[in-house]
């Protein structure tokens, strides 16, 4: 049976296609059946942050609209056969969809002979209809958020309104673009921090990693490599199909005066 | 409590904290700041009617507590208020 994972925030800007990209393809890296899906419809995004913008073909409204089979509106990823991303329109807006419909999609994806473990959803941010589309047919959350009090609040509305979805017990947080530097001089609140004010499971840190950029520019998301992000998205990877793998040191290798100050903070 | 943190101001992130947590706090209870006043002036009038308070010193917010029923926490007001003396000042 396949896992509906939906992945919100809503603040825009905090990650979540990224997050959504690096996720679904790490979950194929570790060999387990993946479909992404781009529910941001007008905005789509996920496509280009994969690489795979010029195969698209058909999309989600195009499949709820009744103009072509699923299969059709499902892209393979080359560099990774486990891995598909059924497309959103461009052209459409929000209302295109609705929940039911989304649903009726999910439905049929999990009665696929090809047996699917997990089902990926890109939220668009707001808790408007296109959040709503996301969230109908899930059975898990994955909130992402950064350390900023924007994206903090908007975290803890989402997590009220998914709790109201009968999602509470099902939701994880990813704290991105965290900066070690910052937390260290106290100018950023740490993980610790987050988790104190939101009470939520943390699933993942996610380092501000100038690599994700260069990964977004090539559309090749960095997911298992030996980037800082890179091995911190592969580590989520892990805890999502319930690996118990210890959280990685975001200090990163650190230089003299990091030890010392380490040192003489005691840790 | 380290050596650093001797020398240390009270970092940016830690103000992050406090407006967060005071902000959660009512965007939970819906409940906005001018709300809060609007009670916090009424209270003052209520219990000046039996005794003397101090009514700069009075302090009160919403924070949350946990509930014995539906295994969460619920929004509860919490009022601290100093007085000044017991008697009513009317008399």
Known sequence: MSEVIVVTSGKGGVGKTTTTANIGTGLAKLGKKVVMIDTDTGLRNLDVVLGLENRIVYNLVDVVEGNCRIKQAMITDKRCPKLYLLPTAQTRDKSAITPEQMIKVLDELKEDPEEFDYIILDCPAGIEQGFQNAIAGADRALVVTTPEVSAIRDADRIVGLLDAHGLKDHEDLIVNRIRMDMVNRGEMMSIDDVNDILQLNVIGAVPDDENIVVATNKGQPLVGDDSLAGQAYMNICRRIIGEDVPFLDLNGKGGFFKKLSSLFKGK | ?91
């Open chain 2, 1 to 91: 409590m380290s050596l650093l943190d001797l020398f240390k101001k009270k970092g940016s992130s830690d103000v992050a904290k406090d407006r967060l947590k005071l902000l959660l706090v009512s965007d939970r209870a819906n409940c906005s700041p001018e709300v809060m006043e609007m009670i916090k002036n009424d209270i003052i009038k209520v219990i000046s009617k039996y005794m003397v308070i101090d009514a700069e010193g009075l302090d009160i917010q919403i924070t949350s507590t946990e509930s014995d029923t539906n295994n969460g926490s619920v929004p509860a007001l919490f009022a601290n208020i100093p007085i000044k003396d017991m008697r009513n000042s009317d008399k």
